[in-house]
């Protein structure tokens, strides 16, 4: 079998969680961090098919977990944006950096916190020294984030709370100046204004 269809088996066995596979195609010399056309690495494509077993396989025989595909997923990123709280956490144990960005400029709390993904963005503050105050290419906050671009309710609120409880600056404006709570009053958040209020906004 040729190189390439060597990668290309380990790739898929990534995806499909073939575990055997993966020991074999490695032992006939794959480099674990080979990527497709997107870029992606084998422990990506694990992670993006919810094979968690595979993924910490990879992660023990060496895999690179902080290497980006072309649209700047790694595991780590990849279970930010989409509430995987376990594969955060085993990413979190590989010692992922947690200043990698996302295509829009923000770290992996920035979309978890807009996303409503409660324990993911719970898990980075209590686990890790991610910039909880990081500002993205559009000059939002993670707090920000969390303000304007969700519904307001239950989940955005315990999000709020648990950045302000782990030092976001409620003062931080948008790229037009607007500070939070004025973002929060356009939108009708009473409860998340409320929130703002008590902690001096």
């Not at 709280?85 to 590989?94: C, N, P, R």
């Not at 973002?183 to 906004?201: D, H, P, V, Y």
């Amino acid at each position: 079998m040729s190189e390439l269809n060597f990668v290309q088996q380990f790739l898929e066995a990534a995806g499909k969680g073939e575990i055997d596979t993966l020991k074999k195609c490695l032992e006939q010399g794959v480099d674990i961090n080979a990527r497709n056309k997107q870029k992606r690495t084998a422990i990506l494509v694990a992670a993006m098919n919810d094979q968690l077993d595979a993924v910490e396989f990879l992660v023990q025989a060496g895999a690179n977990v902080d290497l980006q595909d072309e649209t700047c997923f790694n595991p780590f990123l990849f279970g930010c944006i989409n509430g995987k709280l376990e594969l955060v956490k085993m990413m979190i144990k590989a010692n992922a950096n947690v200043e990698l960005l996302t295509r829009f400029g923000g770290v992996g709390i920035t979309p978890a916190s807009e996303k409503g993904h409660v324990e993911v963005v719970r898990e980075l503050l209590t686990t890790t020294d991610i910039n909880v105050n990081h500002t993205n290419i559009c000059g939002w906050t993670p707090l920000i984030e969390a303000i304007i671009l969700n519904d307001g309710g239950e989940k955005q609120q315990t999000i709020i709370k648990l950045l302000i409880e782990h030092g976001a600056n409620v003062h931080m404006v948008d790229k037009y100046g607007v500070p939070p709570i004025e973002l929060a009053r356009s939108k009708g958040f009473t409860e998340i204004e409320n929130i703002l209020l008590a902690a001096g906004a």
